[in-house]
């Protein structure tokens, strides 16, 4: 893959240093005349506009589709400054099912309990709506009820703009049985919170319903919180539509740890396990530090495995990811065990690594997370996030680009399009909110090559359709492309035996690569063949919790000619074949090949994106048998290939773009 992060990073230093000696970033309004490109202007709504920042605005947005079809985009109006701990409450716009034309905003919360009027912070939504799923709990809630989680803090009435940092904040919860057209007074949660506990905050952003594994039903929410001089990142869940709730998974660190998550946004994987994707609040490095998101990452992920309760491990800094300190939203918008043809997570954020805020990109996961899109590559790039408001030229500076942008929210639209509500601005990010409609060809989104009846594989930038040794194949650059059959429920290769088949055509002696990897790596559950002409080999490893197996063969058939390789285990013992002749055989790795994490299979490249492949492959097969000598004999001579144990089967005739 090539990048060329060193020497954007020090343009990106040298304009956002430029750009603070020469304006007061992010104070002055936003100015009409700024010609901003705005890549969707036919899909897109303000919702709330701010024209007198920073004296009052709109802020911190969040996103939920009700059970009749109504969207509500909730904000907090801040009435006197933009302060985030001044007199603020929580409002909402909906759009009814059926209707093009946004209702007025409408308060959601505000004030105290005995004077809704009186000045007081009520902020920070993190709405959710609830849905009676086949086998979770029994509760008294309506199906379709929203809850809605948020901070309270109070305001002295004679300083209601003032930011009130030092106030005790607290959890509340309110709901709405109508898809938001009334909704209760606060309950105050005391349950979750802790008074030696100073800065709290939920969200920003939607929480989650559990719909897999033991925990369906489940209503998740992040929230963090200081802790005098520790910083606390926690789960907190409720069993019963938002009724009660508990604690769940928590952490703290000290300062000296340099980990500060906050603002968690949650996505259920395909393995019923949450994803915690959460902002990394630490600075303290030079400039040239924190314009590197290799050296400061911005990002933290976590992972419960149990419903939320507890964390799997700590929270780990995401190297490479740029965004500057601030919330990202995420969202689940495909699965494949809810029919869609592949996986697909996806996350909005300033894409710059240091202030200001510029730049709104989303970027998509279609390996749960695992990794995402960037923003180092062509703008046309599968492997590019797409930038929904500025130009996408990145030797822009700020003032030309003109592109602010902070918090959001994201929504899943039925037929699988995706709605964005976002703050963005031309001198400001809190200058307004925006609500836009997008749809998969608007995001740069890998192609698609056919598997099995049902399923399809990505095919991403630099693998194209050629001619193969039965009818097409595809052509791998060595660059960008690979392809990767998504994670499924059922894994294609199992705890007992199994068949990996293909044929490959490569010459390039310059280098390893990878022809398919799966599910691990670095000691974990995996298999693997990797051609390594520098050793003169192809090998291949099978690695379990009782043991690993490697095969090598005496040649690494870098001829320019087509080799139909076979990777087989067979009661344990593991057998490398290269054009139907036993190249190598090692005993020692029964069991499992998988893990409980939802990794995918790659065809052309390592996991971690490294040894691609430069040459031609055909016929990619997968079976959870051994197949007999006399099969792979058919198969070679014939290009004919048995049904029976078939788990994933690539022809790798086409690539469908969207």
């Known amino acids: 893959m ?15 240093l430029v750009s603070a ?45 009700a059970a009749d079809g109504s969207l509500l985009a909730f904000a907090e109006h801040r009435f006197h400054t933009c302060a985030d701990k001044s007199n603020i409450e929580t409002v909402v716009r909906r759009l009814p099912a059926g209707a093009t034309e946004w209702l007025p905003p409408q308060t959601v919360v505000r004030g105290e309990p005995d004077d809704p009027q ?59 049985d109508d898809n938001g057209v009334t909704w209760t007074r606060p309950n105050t949660l005391t349950a979750l919170d802790d008074p030696a506990w100073g800065h709290y905050a939920t969200g920003p952003v939607h929480a989650i319903q559990l719909t897999r594994g033991a925990h369906v039903g489940r209503i998740i929410a992040g929230v963090n919180y200081d802790a005098g001089g520790r910083y606390g990142a926690m789960l907190v869940y409720s069993d019963d539509a938002g009724a009660s709730w508990q604690r769940g998974a928590q952490v703290e660190y000290p300062a000296d740890r340099q980990l500060v998550p906050q603002e968690l946004s949650l996505v259920e994987l395909a393995n019923g396990d949450v994803y915690v994707w959460g902002r990394q609040n ?69 894409s710059v690594n240091v202030e200001p805020r510029i730049r709104p990109t989303l970027r998509s996961s279609f390996d749960e997370g695992t990794t995402w899109q960037s923003v180092d590559t062509p703008a046309d790039s599968t492997d590019e996030g ?153 090998r291949g490893t099978v690695t379990t919790s009782s043991g690993s197996a490697t095969v090598t063969s005496s040649g690494a058939h870098a001829d320019g000619k087509w080799h139909h390789v076979v990777l087989r285990r067979q009661g344990g013992t593991v057998t490398l074949l290269v054009d ?29 994106g490294a040894n691609r492949f430069h040459g031609e492959m055909d016929e990619f097969r997968i079976y959870d048998r051994a197949l007999s000598n006399a099969e792979l004999w058919l198969m070679r001579v014939g290009g004919v290939g048995s049904n029976s144990g078939l788990t994933a089967y690539l022809p790798m005739n086409a690539v469908t773009k969207h």
């Open 2 to 16: 090539t990048t060329h992060r060193s020497t954007r990073h020090r343009a990106v230093l040298a304009v956002a």
């Open 21 to 65: 000696m020469l304006v007061p970033v992010q104070s002055a309004p936003a100015l009409a005349d700024t010609a901003t490109v705005d890549p969707f202007p036919d899909q897109t709504t303000v919702l709330y506009s701010s024209p007198n920042v920073p004296s009052g605005c709109y802020r911190i947005p969040a996103l939920v589709r």
């Open 118 to 176: 009186a000045p007081a912070t009520r902020g920070n939504p993190g709405p959710v709506v609830y849905r009676k799923l086949p086998g979770a709990p029994v509760t008294d809630a309506p199906d379709g009820r929203i809850v809605v989680l948020g901070t309270h803090n109070p305001v002295n009435p004679e300083t209601p703009g003032s930011n009130h940092r030092t106030a005790p904040r607290t959890p509340y919860v309110v709901h709405s």
């Open 282 to 350: 630490f600075g303290g490095g030079t400039p040239e530090q924190e314009a590197d998101p290799d050296v400061r990452p911005h990002r933290a992920v976590a992972i419960s495995k149990d419903g939320g309760a507890t964390y799997h491990s700590d929270f780990k800094l995401r190297p490479g990811f740029e965004v500057p300190t601030i919330q990202s939203s995420a969202l689940r918008l495909r699965a494949t065990d809810e029919g869609d043809a592949y996986n697909q997570l996806i996350t909005l954020a300033p």
């Open 386 to 538: 797409t930038q929904v408001w500025g130009s996408n030229d990145r030797a822009a500076s700020v003032e030309e680009c003109a592109c602010y942008g902070g918090y959001s929210d994201l929504v899943e639209l039925p037929g699988g399009g995706l709605g964005m509500l976002y703050e963005r601005g031309t001198t400001d990010y809190r200058s307004e909110i925006a609500f836009v409609r997008l749809t998969a060809r608007d995001l740069n989104t890998p192609g698609r090559t056919p598997d099995l009846r049902g399923r399809s594989a990505l095919a991403f930038d630099g693998v194209t359709a050629t001619k193969g040794r039965f009818g097409g194949g595809l052509s791998f650059d060595g660059q960008r492309g690979r392809v990767q059959l998504p994670y499924r429920s059922t894994p294609a290769i199992g705890a007992g035996d199994f068949t990996v088949s293909t044929w490959m055509r490569y010459d390039d002696t310059s280098r390893d690569q990878a022809i398919f990897w799966a599910y691990g790596m670095n000691g974990a559950p995996q298999v693997w063949l990797r051609a390594e002409p520098g050793s003169n080999r192809l």
């Open 580 to 608: 139907g002749a036993t190249a190598g055989s090692a005993a020692g790795a029964a069991g499992p090949v998988t893990s409980s994490d939802p990794t995918p299979i790659t065809v052309g490249q390592r996991l971690d």
